[in-house]
């Protein structure tokens, strides 16, 4: 039994917002609200039961997002999938499943707004101040990005890559990233080095390895280490 005067809380009427979220056809202004609206639903601590209790269909509901014919409704869903993932701790095993099993799926046409979803799940849960409950998973969605690099092309770079490197690039997460993340330099510096890359290509990555100065920092040997792999690729 509740204490007298205790306040029960609501659960949130999902279906009326992802239908609202998802109407196509409604104006845009609206959506976008709706989409505001959900996303304070599921950053609200006292709704996380009801948000765990329905993680899997809303995960399911917000892909559909990734899908959308406007391109500003298709960036709120990394943005409102990366607040439920957040929702979601401290188990994370069905995103992280979701996230790898749509990344295999869709590499070739969704590769940068998969790289957004990692992005905004791990700044949601620097916010919610909890990120030891990601690390056993960094592994997992270094490689996921790994995988997505090969499909990017180059606006993709600054517009989705470079924001998740930063992220990476935190004290939170260097520690776990500094074993993996010279093969994602390796490729980053191949990719430069390529003759048929332009010459924007080249100054993009070096803009993007100067923003992992957390890593720089936790490991002088590191830099040594990107030097041998840029003489050998060249």
């Known amino acids: 039994m509740q204490p007298p005067g205790a306040q029960t809380t609501r659960p949130p009427d999902f279906n009326s917002l992802i239908n609202g979220l998802l109407a196509a056809d409604a104006p845009l202004q609206r959506r976008l609200q709706i989409a505001s609206s959900l996303r304070n639903v599921l950053c609200a601590p006292e709704h996380a039961p009801f948000v765990q209790q329905d993680s899997s269909q809303l995960l399911n509901a917000l892909e559909q997002l ?17 607040a439920l993932a957040a929702a979601m701790r401290p188990n994370l095993h069905l995103f992280i499943s979701w996230l790898l099993y749509t990344a295999q799926c869709a590499a070739q046409t969704m590769g940068p707004l998969i790289l957004l979803v990692i992005h905004e799940a791990l700044e949601a849960l620097v916010l919610a101040r909890d990120t030891p409950c990601v690390l056993p998973y960094l592994p997992d969605l ?41 093969e994602v330099v390796d490729v980053l510096l191949g990719w430069s080095l390529e003759a048929s890359s332009p010459p924007t290509v080249a100054a993009k990555v ?17 830099p040594l280490n990107v030097c041998r792999q840029l003489v050998s690729n060249m």
């Not at 990734?66 to 391109?71: A, N, Q």
């Not at 070096?206 to 590191?222: A, H, Q, T």
């Open 66 to 82: 990734l899908y959308d014919r406007s391109e500003q409704m298709r960036r709120q869903g990394p943005v409102l999938i990366g």
């Open 142 to 182: 270094l490689g996921c990005m790994q995988t997505l690099l090969e499909g990017l092309d180059e606006p993709a770079l600054t517009a989705a890559l470079l924001p998740l490197l930063v992220t990476f690039s935190r004290a939170e997460f260097a520690q776990a990233l500094l074993p993996h993340v010279s």
């Open 206 to 222: 070096g803009s993007i390895l100067s923003k992992l100065d957390g890593v720089w920092r936790l490991c002088p040997e590191f």
